[in-house]
């Protein structure tokens, strides 16, 4: 079974700071997705990285693979009160099966004006 | 449509009772997915329909839980005779084949 270990659970920050989370896992993965996930919603995909070694930038948040594949980070700098929410990482399995994904539990961030 | 949707949006009911969860993908999109997500734990695969067929169904709790895809549009997700742990937001996602995943705003059940 593939598990995703995500850091920290709760983050609370002022407006202005910078911050990472953390995705860890002891298994490989094809690919790995980040999602942000608002009260009442469903998850909404930020962005998926499937090279070991890759970097994607979105605005203020910065996604990094692992480069054996098993872990990812998402920087986000100067944060906003808009970026108040759950973000999910989540990995899709080597081989055939990559509609199945495994999520990590999820970091709650909240970002305080 | 515009989105996923799924209805209810909240269903209460008590222990012993079955419930009927409903979700509308994308048109046109071929493959539809159930999740769970409880408090604390991260999303839970249930089942994974490509078209009517559910090749993977290997997430589904028990046999009390079921789901159906009809005409490869919309799927119902059944619970019979629910527990309170079987209380959760059970959300739905469409894709193309087994791309992106669209996520619904998901059903709260509460099970008293």
């Known amino acids: 079974t593939q598990l995703l270990e995500q850091s920290p659970q709760f983050l609370s920050i002022q407006e202005g700071e910078n911050l990472t989370v953390y995705c860890n896992s002891s298994?490989?993965?094809?690919?790995l997705q980040w999602y942000r996930q608002e009260p009442g919603e469903g998850p909404v995909l930020l962005v998926t990285?499937?090279?070991?070694?890759e970097v994607k930038k979105l605005k203020r948040l910065t996604f990094q693979f692992g480069d054996a594949r098993k872990d990812s980070s998402l920087h986000i700098t100067a944060a906003q009160t808009g970026d108040t929410g759950l973000y999910l990482c989540?990995?899709?399995?080597?081989?055939?099966?990559?509609?199945?994904?495994?999520f990590g539990k999820g970091t709650l961030l909240t970002v305080n004006p | 449509g515009a989105g996923v949707s799924q209805s209810p949006s909240n269903k209460v009911t008590e222990k012993g009772k079955d419930v009927e969860l409903r979700c509308d993908p994308i048109?046109?999109?071929?493959?539809l997915y159930w999740y769970r997500q409880s408090l604390g734990q991260g999303l839970e695969f249930l089942i994974y329909?490509?078209?009517?067929?559910?090749?993977?169904k290997s997430g589904l709790p028990s046999d009390r839980f079921s789901a159906e895809r009809t005409g490869g549009s919309v799927s119902t997700l059944t619970i019979q005779r629910t527990q309170q742990e079987d209380s959760a937001v059970y959300l739905c996602?469409?894709?193309?084949?087994?791309?992106?995943?669209?996520f619904g705003p998901g059903t709260r059940l509460t099970v008293l």
């Open positions: 996602a469409s894709s193309l084949a087994a791309r992106t995943q669209y």
């Open positions: 298994s490989v993965f094809s690919s």
């Open positions: 990285v499937v090279t070991g070694g």
């Open positions: 989540a990995g899709a399995p080597p081989g055939g099966s990559n509609y199945k994904l495994t």
């Open positions: 048109s046109g999109h071929t493959a």
């Open positions: 329909f490509q078209g009517n067929s559910a090749p993977d």
